[in-house]
T-cell receptor, first 114, second 113 residues
Framework: GEDVEQSLFLSVREGDSSVINCTYTDSSSTYLYWYKQEPGAGLQLLTYIFSNMDMKQDQRLTVLLNKKDKHLSLRIADTQTGDSAIYFC??????????????FGQGTILTVHP | KAGVTQTPRYLIKTRGQQVTLSCSPISGHRSVSWYQQTPGQGLQFLFE???????NKGNFPGRFSGRQFSNSRSEMNVSTLELGDSALYLC????????????FGEGSWLTVV
């Protein structure tokens, strides 16, 4: 079955890099997403990667995918206080019974200290 | 380009009542999916619609239902509300449902008293 796991908390100092980790279950045709949620708001799409890729970079964000270990990470360079939020990893499996469905991790609360 | 629009943003209902939430997807997007977010259960998939057809459904009781109209706008309905239905209900929009960008609205905050 589908199961996505994340560590619950991460605390970093402003200007440092943050690395948020996630493990997923299905390594076939899968899209993996990172979303950010600020208090009282919806989910903001940060980036996504297909399971046949190893890495994707978008400005301060770097996504690394280890297909063998089914491990996904999101690195935020030069972390700012405005990056404090909950970050969700989500899996979308391209198969009939799972089409159109995102399975989310529990979310990682990132706290950035000045 | 307008984003995903959900209405109402906030509402308070009494146990036993019913509620209808609305979602307008991004123009050109034909897939709309719904999620429930609670502190205890996290983000859980309710159902997904594509071209007015429900393609996938999560593990929720029959009190939760939805539909999609020909203009891709979607509504979800919860009947016989229970206290445990208090949650943030999020709508997501994409072109085809999987394998591409999936955008979320700001959500509808439902409180059942």
């Amino acid at each position: 079955g589908e199961d996505v796991e994340q560590s619950l908390f991460l605390s970093v100092r402003e200007g440092d890099s943050s690395v948020i980790n996630c493990t997923y279950t299905d390594s076939s045709s899968t899209y993996l997403y990172w979303y950010k949620q600020e208090p009282g708001a919806g989910l903001q799409l940060l980036t996504y990667i297909f399971s046949n890729m190893d890495m994707k970079q978008d400005q301060r964000l770097t996504v690394l995918l280890n297909k063998k270990d089914k491990h996904l990470s999101l690195r935020i360079a030069d972390t700012q206080t405005g990056d404090s939020a909950i970050y969700f990893c989500a899996e979308s499996i391209l198969s009939g019974t799972s089409y159109g469905k995102l399975t989310f991790g529990q979310g990682t609360i990132l706290t950035v200290h000045p | 380009k307008a984003g995903v629009t959900q209405t109402p943003r906030y509402l308070i209902k009494t146990r036993g009542q019913q509620v209808t939430l609305s979602c307008s997807p991004i123009s050109g997007h034909r897939s709309v999916s719904w999620y429930q977010q609670t502190p205890g259960q996290g983000l859980q998939f309710l159902f997904e619609y594509f071209s007015e057809t429900q393609r996938n459904k999560g593990n929720f009781p029959g009190r939760f239902s939805g539909r999609q109209f020909s203009n891709s706008r979607s509504e979800m309905n919860v009947s016989t509300l229970e206290l445990g239905d208090s949650a943030l209900y999020l709508c997501a929009s994409s072109q085809s449902g999987s394998g591409n960008t999936i955008y979320f609205g700001e959500g509808s905050w439902l409180t059942v008293v």
